[in-house]
T-cell receptor
């Protein structure tokens, strides 16, 4: 079954805790993206990566970190510095860097703060 | 800086009525615009792009550079069109999304 998978579906974070959201794709896509989706604010770009071992900050990178050690994986860590982490997080991938318009999205992870 | 605005958060129409979802953008270069759709319990997916000049599921969108708009239109809405719609602008290797419009088509 090809596509983009995100896990877990729901994630709970305690105060001061770092949590990591998983994103895996078997589409052989070069580019991967992380978005945050909040009601009334649309999708906001957190980080993106066009190639392994390289990534760039998006519009709201503060309080988040990423890594891209493998082509198929792009995990997102929500650190304790992110003061308002409750949101729906979407991962996406795109086949060719520089042609990011055809993005394929995962099912999302909902992060809740305890 | 690039910006995409969707002025209507909620839009409700009756089945068979025409529907128009508004999208305005600001961008200094030559724009490339897209509409993405998210049906209930499904993933966000590409609906159409302006360079293709295509009609998908009866929807069309025309880029108006003079008005900096890319409105999505359908002459006769169907109940299955109920979804969240996002307008997006390509800049470099990334997309900038609007706030989204939740469309409800009533029977």
């Amino acid at each position: 079954d090809g596509g983009i998978t995100q896990s877990p579906k729901y994630l709970f974070r305690k105060e001061g805790q770092n949590v990591t959201l998983s994103c895996e794709q078997n589409l052989n896509h070069d580019a991967m993206y992380w978005y945050r989706q909040d009601p009334g604010q649309g999708l906001r770009l957190i980080y993106y990566s066009q190639i392994v071992n390289d990534f760039q900050k998006g519009d709201i990178a503060e309080g988040y970190s990423v890594s891209r050690e493998k082509k198929e994986s792009f995990p997102l860590t929500v650190t304790s510095a992110q003061k308002n982490p409750t949101a729906f997080y979407l991962c996406a991938s795109s086949p060719i860097p520089g042609q990011g318009e055809t993005q394929y999205f995962g099912p999302g992870t909902r992060l809740l703060v305890l | 800086a690039q910006r995409v605005t969707q002025p209507e958060k909620l839009l409700s129409v009756f089945k068979g009525a025409p529907v128009e979802l508004k999208c305005n953008y600001s961008y200094s270069g030559s724009p490339e615009l897209f509409w993405y759709v998210q049906y209930s319990r499904q993933r966000l997916q590409l609906l159409l792009r302006h360079i293709s000049r295509e009609s998908i599921k009866g929807f069309t969108a025309d880029l108006n550079k003079g008005e900096t708009s890319f409105h999505l239109k359908k002459p006769f809405a169907q109940e299955e069109d109920s979804a969240m719609y996002y307008c997006a602008l390509k800049s470099g290797s990334r997309l900038t999304f609007g706030e989204g419009t939740q469309l409800t088509v009533n029977p």
